[in-house]
């Protein structure tokens, strides 16, 4: 950070000094991500014509790395021929990606200035459903046929790699464009020239169809340890790859997405600095709305047994440790299966293991809490404050047996309820902490004043 901050000066100094020549080959030897943050920290007056220094190739590659609203603006300072050179200098993915993000008039002169086969590819890919595979693959592969030699094929990745997302891995089709094989640059590079892609080619593939989850490709890319994935369509004809940096895009978008789920905010594309007040609000109010709905149900339980808690008011005073014991309880496991359900470690037929397992843990967790708050209320509360009456031990059983019921229930809940999720088609993250929380909240109310009028009468 500190760095930025330093290149910003002497390139701002620069400016000023109107030193364009310098500016230029500074640029030119720092990578496009570095640029893009840079470039971040300049006013907008100057930001155009700064933009304008770099080379074609260096400056599209910036361009992807700005943020939606910095690539508006740019686009709009463009002249007609500077947008056509940074477009067609793209690759279609990622000027799909700019497209689904700009308003339509912005969109309308990007295709303008496209060529016929940018427009062609960025139409196919903004056809896909937004979380399919299809629309964060890329169509700038690699394709060679089985008959050419080792030699032939080489010559093709000169004449056409410039243009590909990546050349590590080529994949092999029928005319039909049928995938068959695979054959990394590695394997070229190593075998006979006079050999047949055929009899070097590696048949056993992994690939994926086109409306496959893309967080589910991300995932296959890790777990088969590639750095990019063929995408198929439903005759197994090869349409696009996916590259270990979208795939990454994906599960930082994903995980995103998730916490703020978990956390009771509806997910916004936006970064939190850049995301207006009003934005913020209207992402955050309506769970607050609803949570705040659904805990008056806690508040219903509460009065209902208000004449009783009159008899033994110091039960009142443990109110909030039981909630939010239970509520963290749930929390843990909620999680925990919400995580194990995003990796593929946990599917709906293991409910019954996933349940068994969070019952001991509970068992265990309940009986800790439980002897801790023994010791803690005879000592604290009844010795040094005072707060209990002569019912003292009865009311500590209350308090101790409601907590090992309610870790108990709040661990089947929080660790059932994302499963249940799943199973109807719906995100797991969404029965994160807020929801579980308010529902174990009434359960251990519930369990707490059953408990009371049992042991206490």
């Excluded at 590695?186 to 020239?193: E, F, T, V």
């Excluded at 892609?197 to 995932?219: C, F, G, H, K, Q």
Aim: include cysteine; charged fraction near 25%.
């Amino acid at each position: 950070m500190e760095n930025n901050l330093i290149l910003t000066e002497e390139l701002l100094e620069l400016i000023e000094k109107k030193r364009f020549s310098a500016i230029k080959t500074k640029l030119i030897g720092m990578n496009s991500a570095d640029i893009a943050v840079l470039f971040e920290e300049l006013d907008r007056e100057n930001l155009p014509k700064i933009f304008r220094l770099l080379p074609k190739e260096l400056a599209a590659e910036t361009f992807v790395e700005f943020d939606s609203e910095l690539q508006e603006f740019l686009i709009k300072s463009f002249s007609d021929r500077e947008l056509k050179d940074i477009i067609n200098e793209l690759y279609a993915d990622d000027a799909a990606d700019i497209v689904e993000e700009m308003p339509a008039n912005v969109v309308s002169r990007i295709l303008r200035h496209a060529t016929p086969e940018m427009r062609k590819d960025i139409n196919e890919l903004l056809k896909y459903p937004e979380d399919s595979a299809g629309s964060v693959m890329t169509t700038e592969f690699v394709n060679l046929k089985r008959t050419i030699t080792v030699a032939d094929a080489i010559k093709q990745i000169h004449l056409t790699g410039i243009d590909k997302e990546t050349v590590n891995t080529c994949y092999v089709t029928e005319p039909d464009r049928r995938l068959i094989g695979i054959v990394t640059l590695r394997s070229l590079i190593i075998a006979n020239p006079d050999q047949i892609i055929s009899d070097i080619m590696e048949r056993n593939i992994v690939s994926v169809n086109t409306e496959s989850d893309r967080e589910s490709v991300a995932n296959l890319l890790k777990k088969y340890d590639l750095t990019a994935m063929p995408v198929v369509d439903a005759e197994n004809r090869l349409v696009g790859i996916i590259t270990i940096d979208d795939a990454i895009d994906v599960i930082e978008e994903e995980t995103t997405e998730d916490i703020e789920k978990m956390a009771a905010i509806l997910p916004t594309d936006k970064p939190y600095l850049k995301t207006g007040v009003f934005e913020t609000v209207k992402a955050r109010i309506f769970w607050l709305l609803l949570l705040m709905i659904s805990a008056t149900f806690t508040g219903m339980i509460i009065s209902s047994f208000e004449e009783k808690l009159k008899l033994f008011p110091a039960l009142i005073a443990f109110i909030p440790m039981i909630m939010g014991t239970g509520g963290n309880s749930g929390g843990q496991s909620s999680v925990t299966v919400i995580r194990g359900l995003s990796l593929g470690e946990i599917e709906f037929k293991d409910i019954f293991k996933v349940i068994f397992k969070e019952m001991k843990v509970a068992l265990i967790c309940g009986g800790i809490l439980a002897a801790v708050s023994f010791i803690k209320i005879i000592v604290f509360d009844y010795f040094i404050l005072g707060n209990l009456g002569e019912n003292f031990i009865i009311e500590t059983l209350v308090v101790c047996f409601t907590l090992i019921f309610t870790v108990f229930i709040a661990k089947i809940v929080g660790s059932a309820l994302p499963l249940f999720a799943q199973k109807l088609k719906l995100d797991p993250a969404v029965m994160a902490s807020p929801f579980i929380t308010t529902i174990v909240d009434a359960i251990s109310l519930l369990i707490y004043f059953a408990v009371a009028a049992l042991l206490l009468g």
